[in-house]
């Protein structure tokens, strides 16, 4: 076990558990941050069992004094704080711009972004007064490349980018690192999140979720390699790049592709 730390959001399942998994897996020591105390606490037990230290913190990245309690609370346990992963987050309802509720687009709004930025705001202090540390924020290729249907969610994760690059801008010069993961679909049970669906709708996602080859662990992996590399932009989908590449070099075709029926 080594004495590098690293605090994740949304750690007891899906992606953000995987990383948990991963990190401790190098020796890490983890803060497991949540709102489910249940799968929180069983997180932190297969933690143990690979010889790691953890220990769970209920955390709504909706709230601010959530968030402030998780990093105070780090400091207590830890001599200091090595990397935040703000992985916390939500599908919002699906569907055409007048369909979809606009407490919904202000749902997404308050966990996708709000959330990654009080993270941001919260612990860039501590890693400033630290010289050292770094910043994960778990986007979504979504937010790079537009998809119909999933206006909430894609803008989102477009200004979770868009903080990431500000970010990345800021703290370069403070020894301070920024990586922006940017996965497509996987297998995970990120559409637990889906409030206010259409019949349907999630058995729709958990059946594209269940296409892909790419699995949590696998993107867990990459986002440790991607830390240790100080690595900005993850993809950790080969065919992302192309999507993302269509968009930059030919507008046109990017528009024509997306607007077909």
């Known amino acids: 076990m080594n004495n590098k730390t690293v605090v994740i959001t949304g750690a007891s399942s899906g992606l953000g558990k995987a990383t948990a998994l991963a990190f401790a897996r190098q020796g890490w020591q983890i803060a497991v941050a949540d709102i489910n105390q249940e799968r929180g606490d069983e997180a932190v037990e297969e933690i143990k069992a690979l010889g790691s230290q953890a220990f769970f913190h209920y955390c709504n990245v909706a709230k601010s004094e959530d968030i402030q309690a998780l990093h105070d609370r780090c400091l207590e346990e830890w001599t200091q704080i090595d990397v935040l992963i703000n992985n916390a987050g939500i599908v919002s309802a699906l569907g055409a711009i007048d369909r979809v509720p606009m407490v919904e687009w202000q749902r997404a709004m308050e966990i996708n972004l709000m959330g990654v930025v009080r993270g ?142």
Not at 164 to 184: D, W
């Open 120 to 261: 941001c705001s919260i612990f860039a202090r501590t890693f400033k007064e630290q010289g050292a540390g770094h910043i994960v924020n778990i986007a979504s290729i979504a937010g790079l490349i537009t998809i119909p249907g999933m206006g909430s969610y894609s803008a989102s994760k477009a200004a979770v980018v868009s903080v990431s690059e500000m970010l990345r801008a800021e703290l370069k010069h403070k020894n301070i690192g920024v990586t922006v993961v940017c996965p497509s679909l996987f297998r995970t049970n990120l559409s637990e999140s889906l409030m206010n669906a259409k019949e349907g709708q999630q058995e729709v996602i958990d059946q594209q979720m269940e296409k892909s080859s790419m699995t949590a662990e696998d993107i867990a992996e990459k986002i440790v390699s991607a830390v240790k590399a100080n690595q900005f932009m993850l993809l950790p989908h080969k065919t992302s790049w192309f999507h993302w590449g269509v968009k930059r070099l030919s507008p046109s075709l990017y528009q024509w592709l997306i607007t077909r029926r």
